[in-house]
């Protein structure tokens, strides 16, 4: 059966075409700037390329011509070959606790999250809309990142602030990536046939987070409220003392907002480096001597590497560590440097091992106390196995 897995954005709207169960990439593409005067869209299938300027006013226009487009270059024979779109949903609050076959009803329920995820969330459900428009026979379903997390417990995901801010708005550890976490949790667990893992999963890529799994189970993960917490990012600062905020605010004139998107925006390796939040540029530059490059990657990787003592303790000693998304498929360097700074868990590198990029492989030596693997992460095709299962019931 043919799945599209779909990650719609406020003016993207990115998909891959899935055939299953051999998880097979049919298509996949990027629709961009909709709504916007210079939009475009690119598709990928069999080896072509298309790449057309294109007016697309809304989301709806985009999907009806990325239906025209798989037709008629026999992409799919008809539109009945597609079976049902599996659609990234950013936040579905504590109330959504795993992947949900969606209709007008539950988008409403959706919605009300929106505050939450104000840049995803809307922009999301006009995903949904648009196909529920241009293809009304068709099943959607909604995998949110927020799910996986939501079997940690109180005392993980409160805040140690005054208890009404979680009763009264919700205040409280929600954690992201969680289709990525799962993907990986679900590939490790295959790999070595045991369903009663202790894992540590370190998804760091542009956005970056780590997740603390036990038996399936999410114990604890770094991002937080929102995912500005945690480890330090491309360019978010992750876990900062609150106080900065009104203290810059008064220095700057700057308002809180101002602020928070300095933290988001314009911190981690790019505002330590000063010279990129892409890793590969801070690495060249760090290569070259740059003090403040190597000081971001140096910093960089401590924090994750603490973030990894910390969860090998909350495991009670994880028995697999592993890696993800662009650093940790792609960066030898930076997988060095982390798994150099958890040396006190008796965790050690084989460089020859580790010399590779973008594969599922072993990286650790083999007196190494807790292995450790390199997974690449397929958040598309856990959100098509997700609807391929919530479709067939
Ligand atoms: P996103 O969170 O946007 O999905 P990705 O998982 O694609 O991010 O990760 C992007 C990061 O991965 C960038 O910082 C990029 O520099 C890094 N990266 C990608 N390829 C490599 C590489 N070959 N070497 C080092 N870093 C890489």
């Known amino acids: 059966?043919?799945?599209?897995?779909?990650?719609?954005?406020?003016?993207?709207?990115?998909?891959?075409?899935?055939?299953?169960?051999?998880?097979?990439?049919?298509?996949?593409g990027l629709f961009e700037k909709i709504g916007l005067p210079d939009s475009k869209y690119t598709i990928k299938y069999n080896g072509e390329k298309i790449v057309k300027d294109r007016a697309l006013e809304d989301h709806s226009v985009a999907v009806s011509i990325l239906m025209e487009e798989l037709v008629n270059n026999n992409i799919v024979k008809t539109l009945d070959e597609i079976e049902g779109v599996g659609h990234r949903i950013l936040h579905g609050g504590s109330e959504f606790t795993k992947s949900m076959l969606l209709d007008e009803d539950v988008l409403k329920r959706i919605a009300k999250y929106n505050e939450l995820g104000p840049l995803h969330n809307p922009a999301n459900i006009m995903g949904v809309e648009a196909f529920m428009k241009v293809l009304p026979n068709v099943k959607n379903v909604g995998v949110f990142d927020t799910t996986f997390h939501q079997t940690m417990k109180e005392t993980e995901y409160l805040y140690p602030v005054p208890y009404e801010w979680y009763t009264d708005y919700g205040i409280r550890k929600y954690g992201f990536h969680g289709t990525s976490h799962r993907y990986v949790y679900k590939t490790i667990s295959e790999y070595l046939k045991r369903d009663d893992l202790k894992v540590i999963s370190c998804h760091i890529g542009n956005g970056g987070s780590l997740c603390a799994i036990d038996s399936g189970k999410v114990i604890d993960t770094s991002m937080g409220f929102t995912p500005l917490a945690g480890i330090m990012m491309g360019s978010r600062s992750g876990d900062i003392d609150p106080s900065i905020i009104p203290f810059v605010m008064k220095k700057t004139g700057k308002t809180a907002e101002e602020i928070v998107n300095d933290l988001n925006k314009k911190s981690g390796l790019l505002g330590i480096s000063g010279i990129s939040s892409d890793s590969r540029d801070v690495e060249n530059a760090a290569n070259e001597g740059n003090e403040r490059a190597i000081l971001a990657q140096e910093m960089y990787a401590q924090k994750i590497a603490n973030y990894i003592a910390v969860y090998n303790n909350m495991l009670n000693g994880a028995d697999v560590i592993t890696l993800t998304a662009g650093l940790g498929e792609n960066s030898k360097n930076m997988r060095k440097m982390i798994i150099d700074r958890i040396k006190s868990l008796g965790v050690k590198i084989d460089d020859e091992k580790n010399d590779f990029r973008g594969e599922f492989r072993l990286i650790s030596t083999d007196d190494s106390k807790i292995p450790v693997y390199v997974v690449p992460t397929n958040e598309e095709l856990m959100i098509a196995l997700d609807t391929m299962e919530l479709i067939s019931k």
Request: glycine share 4%.
């Open 1 to 28: 059966m043919k799945i599209l897995s779909v990650n719609a954005g406020s003016s993207s709207l990115k998909f891959t075409l899935i055939e299953l169960p051999n998880r097979e990439v049919v298509a996949s």
